[in-house]
T-cell receptor
Framework: DAKTTQPPSMDCAEGRAANLPCNHSTISGNEYVYWYRQIHSQGPQYIIHGLKNNETNEMASLIITEDRKSSTLILPHATLRDTAVYYCIVALPGGTSYGKLTFGQGTILTVHP | AAGVIQSPRHLIKEKRETATLKCYPIPRHDTVYWYQQGPGQDPQFLISFYEKMQSDKGSIPDRFSAQQFSDYHSELNMSSLELGDSALYFC????????????FGPGTRLTVT
């Protein structure tokens, strides 16, 4: 599995955009970039994923560089409830004999009033 | 929407006892994953099943075993419990297909005394 590197912590003001970076320079051609978050002791929550194109859903946007070596998760209007550990994970797709998620250090995002 | 169900939510056992954790995936999901999260640690993949067959194996101790049944629910059996087995155990489920996301349950908190 490709290794990811994320900053250990970030702060964001409520209502502002939170931009969380992730480096994954060893990603292979068929690996996806997934973002999950975990609010204290709850089950991790899926946010978004992508292969090579930028993606947007109701929670966030994912920007993947053209060489796929890095990506940025964007929470457009952060709220206090977005305070969590955010994990960037590179993995083969699930539903096959792969799909396991390897959680790394993650970024602790703190949204403050 | 239906979510992943885990039971029990809390379990207290003594050393050398056995424990069985249960996971009921989201309806129509055919893949189940088990993760262990120790205190202050990131979730670690244990084992996964696809269509009732073991599909991948992580750092699961030999004292642990798991299976997926015909109704797709899964059970994690833990024997000869040790103090170090105290952790949150998460189950996740996903649908077959490329890039499919995993949906996590609320977890079972196991305390070994």
């Amino acid at each position: 599995d490709a290794k990811t590197t994320q900053p250990p912590s970030m702060d964001c003001a409520e209502g502002r955009a939170a931009n969380l970076p992730c480096n994954h320079s060893t990603i292979s051609g068929n690996e996806y970039v997934y973002w999950y978050r975990q609010i204290h002791s709850q089950g991790p929550q899926y946010i978004i994923h992508g292969l090579k194109n930028n993606e947007t859903n109701e929670m966030a946007s994912l920007i993947i560089t053209e060489d796929r070596k890095s990506s940025t998760l964007i929470l457009p209007h952060a709220t206090l409830r977005d305070t969590a550990v955010y994990y960037c994970i590179v993995a083969l797709p699930g539903g096959t004999s792969y799909g396991k998620l390897t959680f790394g250090q993650g970024t602790i995002l703190t949204v403050h009033p | 929407a239906a979510g992943v169900i885990q039971s029990p939510r809390h379990l207290i056992k003594e050393k050398r006892e056995t424990a069985t954790l249960k996971c009921y995936p989201i309806p129509r999901h055919d893949t189940v994953y088990w993760y262990q999260q120790g205190p202050g640690q990131d979730p670690q993949f244990l084992i996964s099943f696809y269509e009732k067959m073991q599909s991948d194996k992580g750092s699961i101790p030999d004292r642990f075993s798991a299976q997926q049944f015909s109704d797709y629910h899964s059970e994690l059996n833990m024997s000869s419990l040790e103090l170090g087995d105290s952790a949150l155990y998460f189950c996740a489920s996903s649908l077959k297909g490329p890039g499919d996301e995993q949906y996590f349950g609320p977890g079972t908190r196991l305390t070994v005394t």
